[in-house]
């Protein structure tokens, strides 16, 4: 019988998933409000609201669930929204393993590269409730895999750092302005990557109930990163400036997305660099070439990308 691969959300890190599953070969259910997500004659697209909806029966005959939903950045939703979402998700999967995407944010700010073996129990704002989700899972009889990503870029990825900010910018000859410092190491970790990841750690019961890391190609920094994307879009790379530290933290006292970004304002202050070389040994895969990851990038921003007219 073919095997039954089900995907909550459709944001970058899910469509990807559902798409390199059905290339592999395998029927696909993915599961949004909208009932979006890839056209393919593998993947059933069903409209499922997952804090309301009939989990068990969306589940029904799935291999592996990999829970890709998400919602505001925010840490008063984080608090109010995500726990009891994977909770519903873990509850209905009954034992079938749930890998989850994950970040980093429950390390907080580590001296020297990110390891799987340093110590996860950030306490702060969004960093304490993603130790929290980490700690709900471990206790939780369903088998779970945690994979964390540093920042994401690749195709479909919009809000991130590298993402609108940055890509139509470059596309439109515009300056950009980067957080705290341009010229510190960050690790990028490329969403096909990250997804290729998940499923790899799905399909062996030997990773189940470990955290581990997608394969993140070597740091560079955020300088560098945008003249590497300009490269592959063919064009000059564009002026860069920052958005200083101690103007971030002071537009920061107001409730907003500015306060979000600054509980992870270290990232781009000090180097910030994924070390993925075990987990890399263990689901036998490597990063994309940065290279590569760029062009793969360009080539969907241009696609969706319209110049204005000067």
Known sequence: MNQLHVVTGAGPVGWTVAQQLAAQGYSVRILTRSGSGPEHPSIERRQVDITTGDLRGAFHRATAIYHCTHVAYSDKAWRAQLPAMERLVLDAAAGTVVVFPESLYSYGKIDGPIREDLPRNATYRKLGVRTGLLAARDAH????ISVAASDFYGPRVRTAHMGERIVPNILDHKAIRVLANADIPHSFTFVPDFAAAMIAAAADPAL????LHAPTAPALTQREMIELLSRAAGVDAPRVGTLPAWLIRTLGVVPGQIRELGDTLYQFQ????????RSEALLGLHPTPLEEGAASTLAWWK????TPVS
């Not at 009889?141 to 779970?144: A, G, Q, R, W």
């Open 141 to 144: 009889s369903t088998p779970t």
């Open 270 to 277: 000090y180097p910030y660099q994924l070390d993925s070389t």
């Open 208 to 211: 189940w109930d470990t955290f």
């Open 303 to 306: 696609s969706t990308h319209i």
